[in-house]
């Protein structure tokens, strides 16, 4: 976006943004809808920019109300795209700190409200004033289609059940958000989600995410002709807090609930499909977990900037964070501040709040995280042979670079519990929809044609991520439902 530019960030290449997220999906995409995407979003912030009046201060840059999440010491554009472990990363993301806007916000000067809500009215009375209508406690039911399969309308129910039928102008575009709130379709389509909830002893209806959407939008595609993508489907697992704690995906070591490494842990971009294959204690209270000694900010430091990340644009969570770790633990542990979440927010701050379990010897640590018996001796014997190959300054057994092989030695000991027994459930959201055209028309289940005049936005679309999300910089799928809306309107209007 021209906003991004003018502080200090790109133009970047945006073919080979294009490229890294096809590989990031290894290829399991639409090639055509990450083009879209890319090309289409820095004219969807800089139209959302331009419709926020002079009253508000949401993309104040300068005066610290929103931050674009940046690496350490990386703070402008000049550096990027950074590159770990052969996966490319670039400063891009807005993030609005959870300020808020002191003067009464829209038409009907409402106070008291978050900077997402205020963009969400700005965006809603813009719309109005070019002559949108709202249809509130109506649930869409079914397509109106012609002869020839085109969409001419919607029918939709009412509270009180009885039924509407609206037709169409131009096209009907779906997007009425993902199916986590539906447990039923996670189970059967999420097929990694259900088979290791039921080789875990987890029940289906637990497999429900952050949303309360339940696949309408979905289903009403795929009555009209549609179809969903093919497996792998991906979900957005343990987001927000996809990472191990509060560090995020930084690149320590990391063991499992056996005591055991498993994975280059520099490999940020593969920490969900690598973690959710690991066990988990029969008792279902140890996952995974991230291990650091005192200097645990070298660590922090050499981490990037993709989803899950530590976020160096916002220097000021650091202090909070680091004043947390020195704290006093109780019960062996300290309660720290992820630094994943840019917030000034105390109510956002304490929700991302997390236990690290703190201890004067490698042992004490583990065993206050709960490791007991051969884990808790497969632990302490993995960290002696990590530190070996820090000495050596080779990683044979796992491909880690030296540069981010840093020894673990001096106490206190840090152990960061990763949320692992979340990743059976969507997490924040499912990812997989219905496949669509670079423009976002819907496919037939063939892929020959367009089912004409429908369309499908957000996460009612799908073939974006491949089997899980991982993304070149965070925030991309807040940042894919603003401009595929934008571009599939911009689309059926032009008709």
């Known amino acids: 976006s021209k906003m991004l530019e003018s502080w200090g960030f790109g133009p970047y290449d945006l073919e080979e943004i294009v490229n890294e997220y096809v590989r990031r999906a290894a290829g399991r995409c639409n090639t055509a809808v990450i083009r ?11 139209n959302l920019a331009s419709i926020v009046p002079d009253t508000s201060t949401v993309f104040d840059y300068e005066g610290r109300q929103c931050t674009v999440q940046v690496a350490h010491e990386q703070p402008d554009g000049s550096a990027y795209p950074i590159e770990k472990a052969g996966y490319k990363q670039w400063a891009s993301t807005v993030q609005t700190l959870s300020t808020m806007n002191e003067a009464p916000v829209g038409k009907n000067q409402l106070t008291g409200v978050t900077r997402l809500a205020e963009l969400e009215i700005y965006s809603r009375e813009a719309a109005e ?5 709202w249809f ?3 649930t869409a039911v079914t397509c109106v289609q012609g002869s020839d399969g085109a969409v001419t309308g919607i029918i939709a129910q009412d509270a009180d059940g009885k039924y509407v039928k609206y037709e169409a102008a131009k096209g009907v575009i779906l997007s009425t958000g993902d199916f986590g709130a539906n447990y039923d379709m996670v189970w059967e389509l999420c097929s990694e989600c259900g088979e290791n909830a039921e080789r875990h002893g987890v029940p289906k209806e637990s497999l429900i995410g952050m949303t309360d959407c339940d696949g309408s939008g979905h289903k009403i595609g795929c009555w009209a002709g549609g179809a969903i993508e093919s497996h792998p489907r991906p979900v957005a697992g343990s987001a927000p807090v996809i990472g191990f704690g509060p560090i995020g995906s930084t690149p320590c070591l990391w063991v499992n609930s056996l005591g055991n490494r498993f994975m280059n842990e520099e490999m940020s971009s593969s920490l969900l499909p690598q973690s959710i294959r690991q066990p988990v204690s029969e008792d279902g209270t140890i996952g995974n977990m991230a291990v650091t000694d005192k200097n645990y900010m070298a660590y922090i430091e050499k981490a990037g900037i993709d989803h899950g990340s530590p976020n160096w644009g916002f220097p000021e969570g650091f202090d909070r964070f680091t004043a947390a770790m020195e704290g006093k633990p109780e019960g062996g542990a300290v309660t720290v501040p992820s630094l994943v979440i840019a917030s000034v927010s105390d109510q956002m701050v304490q929700m991302l709040s997390t236990k690290v379990f703190k201890g004067d010897t490698v042992e004490e640590a583990f065993k206050n995280a709960g490791l007991t018996g051969d884990a808790l001796k497969n632990a302490v014997a993995t960290v002696e042979h990590y530190n070996e190959l820090c000495a050596q300054g080779s990683d044979p057994e796992f491909g880690k670079s030296a540069d981010t092989l840093l020894p673990l030695t001096e106490p206190p000991f840090y152990v960061y519990p990763q949320a692992t027994t979340a990743l059976y459930g969507p997490g924040l959201n499912t990812l997989a929809g219905l496949c ?3 423009d976002y028309e819907v496919l037939n289940m063939a ?4 089912i004409p005049n429908l369309y499908a936005v ?3 679309m799908g073939e974006r991520y491949g089997n899980s999300y991982n993304c070149p910089s965070a925030g991309n799928n807040m940042g894919n439902a603003l401009t595929s809306g934008r571009v599939a309107g911009k689309k059926a209007a032009a008709k």
């Open 136 to 138: 509130c406690e109506q």
């Open 458 to 460: 957000g996460n009612v």
């Open 436 to 438: 669509v055209t670079g």
């Open 36 to 46: 879209s995407f890319v090309y289409n979003s820095g004219e969807m912030m800089d």
């Open 447 to 450: 892929k020959t044609a367009v």
């Open 129 to 133: 004033d070019l002559g949108a209508q």
